[in-house]
């Protein structure tokens, strides 16, 4: 069982920036595609970004690409996601994911081990 932590959410003005970690229990994290994913208040979860295992390749959703940027640290079993430019609308519960010997791209499908329990990242205008 991995177990995902994660942290770095807030309360920002539009156009302000932050930084979300996740930190995972499991020992073998080079084999997890780790992922972020988002939920609105009223809306689905929606898939933010993803990362390959060794972190050579990633995949964003429309709606973060140029302001989102996913990374990892396989030595400290962590994976970020920096946010730029945030508008009200990233408003949301963030949640990290992962998917054993998996892909950026099948985690932008949806396919998903893992869950976190979720960070809030309120934006205001």
């Known amino acids: 069982q991995v177990q995902l932590a994660e942290s770095g959410g807030g309360s920002v003005q539009a156009g302000a920036s932050l930084r979300l970690s996740c930190i995972a229990s499991?020992?073998?994290?080079?084999?997890?595609?780790m992922g972020w994913f988002r939920q609105a208040p009223g809306k689905e979860r929606e898939f933010v970004a993803a990362?390959?295992?060794?972190?050579?390749?990633?995949s964003y959703a429309d709606s973060v690409k140029g302001r989102f940027t996913i990374s990892r640290d396989n030595a400290k079993n962590t994976v970020y996601l920096q946010m730029n430019s945030l508008k009200p609308e990233d408003t949301a519960i963030y949640y990290c994911?992962?998917?054993?010997?998996?892909?950026?791209?099948?985690?932008?499908?949806?396919?998903?081990?893992?869950w976190g329990q979720g960070t809030q990242v309120t934006v205001s205008s």
């Open positions: 994911a992962a998917e054993y010997l998996s892909s950026a791209a099948q985690m932008a499908a949806g396919n998903i081990d893992y």
């Open positions: 499991e020992g073998t994290f080079s084999k997890f595609a």
């Open positions: 990362i390959s295992m060794r972190g050579w390749s990633t």
